[in-house]
């Protein structure tokens, strides 16, 4: 069995700029979800906002399964020509495994067709997240309930299109709950949205959330990369009864 | 109770290049629309892509309960910053009907975070359109199967959301099917997309889809009209407890 | 415009057997519902597991547009041939609100096809409910979040069918979430559950709580009141062709 | 990897009855299905309705990760507490595939919720098959359309609830359009509906009928086997403020 290609997207910011994110994550937070989801199934890679590109060539997209994304306060520094090609590349097949602040990130408002809003406030208050659909794939080996001591908060009503399929919702110590874990197709793609993750919190050494984020990857990965291709059909597969000189003629059945 | 505020939007392009088209539709298939929908329910009013700002300025986008959206070989030539304010619209609460080939207008694949692609074929073929949930009130007063005698062929699969509520699915004379009236909701907009209507066809003046249409405009308008706002949250409703010096203070308790 | 026909059925055990419960709903809890969604668009009946067929006999859901529904400790003493009558009129049009303990119902169960189960504790905490879709006709005048200053705890995982349509999620004092309010249907028929409103606290006089409940029943009254028939086709809509003597003629086409 | 343990569970009484079924399908369509499907991947057993329990032993249903399931005129002999049982095995989290008439069955309209109605007519006619979503995974390997020459037909309106998630929309010859493939969840389990497989037509020995059937089988073995516990919750997760002595007092903290 083929490793799942995976590539670790961050921003990669606040780590380089702030003292205390830098020493939480001082290689930046790709590389510590990378380490910590590392395993034989999955071949990883990262991309960073301020590589060429945003290091998102179309080599690295062509080669990538399953595309994680962390971004914060740099979303509109992205390049449209570049999310319109993550994009095709989700709608065609590639997973896209959506990260904390990310819901307001190009990428995740396009293919949501949603604002991506929400409330939050940051207290590091203790967030308990729990697991809704225990029999998703998603969910394998994580308990009913775990908590993250210290998070961001993020409260409903979250501005995300109805087909999310709500894998996780969370409680909040200052009284919100949030739609935490939430899974979408576009097209051929599969689409996760996971919220815990701020950089001012150690989120990303949480056993629980990297294990989901592992989850997360599996579930995403191809089972399809191919083109919904936008089609003129010639002919068809039953036959059409002769409409006269006024409409163009049926052509050859297909088959 | 105060009138619902329809504007039908046309591309209008067709109807006065082509001969045939013009004959079918003289005043453009969005006057063939609001006559057809007329009703002391609804406040009708038109704008088209080469008036100045589409015909869809602030003033009309303020005052439009739901706007109905006809486009096909010109959707490249809206313009983005209009296409935003409508999206912005939707999400605040405007109903959006989409029809034929709007399918693959920017609005319509904005909102919907899909490619909008299908097969499709034109040979004027009969299509069979089922009602498959006759208690949705779009389907209120339409029998369980109608024809139109000659349409345009839109086939499966057809890249849309999942969370497509199917009201109609289309049987073609070709051996086609096609999920033909879909709902949906994006933030507090609600959005129906529905097949026929293709311009070199009389499909405006049959009375099944016209009824359709009204049905789409009552259910459409809107219950909220109102932004869902990305809200920093300052204090908390429940009281959190002290994190100490290295976290930001919870603010006031809010209520 | 004619006025909706309202049934609310109670179990009526509690408020005549605990002193605590009399206490706070002398009549039943079943007439606090009554007196408290009153108004000019109702038509209000009553009906209670001890009277002949609990109430429920042709006539009563014959002429039923809506049925609100609360059982909680004699669900198995509600007679299966009146529970499968329920179930058949939900199927054809009526309405259905299954209120806090009916989601062990036999009723709900049935329709929604679970088992309805979740997890529970009684000390009377604090409910927050937050409405998760501004937009739903169901929470049309309701804040964002209102506070029940005491109920019973309900707790994910909820085990309930997947087109549960969120409109309220809980967050409670003691660290649960659940899904407070979800929508279904079933054949024809609308079904709304909402989870307070356990007896031993003065939930039923809640502005709120009444108002969402009033909502709900506006939401679920029938559009079509009609039987899905199981229905064997005689002849076809479009010519088949021939198929020989090894099968059945196709009949004669329908239209 | 261990094996996905199947039972094909069959009402085994046209193959005995009829000459003309006996002829197609001399060992009955369970065997026919297993044959077709069989591979090292599942360890295949059978189960009919006229065996003691039809079958279906708590050792019999213990041991089986996903059970196939083909009932037509005879659902109603189908006893009410082996029904129970394996309705009980799904919410833990056993697979199960409904294939054809089976959307009558006691069992399909239990987890379903709904009457399973729809029409019907049996001329032999062709039907045309569409895989709407390509990239699930029961349609690996599955062309855009494939065609079965002669099968009874099955219209929409189909009575079933609405996560029904379609896979498969059918083409008929007669005119009509059928979601002839649908997943559901119920609890921990999943549930594949499949549409063709009419006891007098030789549908399953037809090479992609056989390759959705096992598709469906990889996709509905359990990922996690285990009650949705209905539990009472002693003691709460988070702190609760002392009530007084009008309430129940809060337990024990649990974490």
Request: aromatic share 12%; proline share 5%; charged share 25%.
């Amino acid at each position: 069995m083929s490793k799942i290609r995976v590539t670790i997207w961050n921003e990669f910011r606040h780590e380089r700029k702030n003292e205390g994110v830098k020493k939480i994550y001082p290689e930046g937070l790709h590389k510590a979800i990378g380490t910590g989801i590392a395993c034989d199934e999955f071949e990883i890679r990262y991309a960073t906002l301020d590589e060429p590109d945003h290091g998102l060539t179309d080599e690295v997209l062509d080669s990538t399964d399953v595309l994680i994304w962390w971004g914060h306060a740099a979303h509109a520094e992205v390049r449209d020509e570049i999310v319109a090609k993550v994009q095709q590349h989700v709608w065609d097949g590639m997973g896209l495994i959506c990260l904390h602040s990310s819901h307001m990130s190009k990428i995740f408002r396009l293919l949501n067709g949603t604002s991506g809003k929400l409330h939050w406030r940051e207290v590091g208050e203790r967030e308990r997240i729990w697991c809704v659909n225990p029999a998703h794939p998603i969910a394998a080996g994580i308990p009913e309930t775990f908590v993250l001591e210290h998070e961001e908060m993020y409260g409903e009503p979250f501005c995300i299109a109805w087909d999310a399929q709500p894998v996780f919702i969370s409680w909040f110590e200052g009284g919100e709950v949030f739609r935490s874990g939430v899974t979408f197709q576009r097209g051929n793609g599969r689409i996760f949205y996971f919220r815990p993750g701020h950089e001012a919190y150690r989120t990303f050494y949480n056993e629980m959330v990297l294990r989901v984020i592992s989850n997360g990857v599996r579930w995403a990965a191809p089972t399809l990369r191919a083109p919904y291709p936008k089609t003129h059909r010639e002919g068809s597969y039953e036959p059409i009864s002769d409409k006269g000189v006024d409409f163009p003629k049926a052509g050859i059945i297909l088959n």
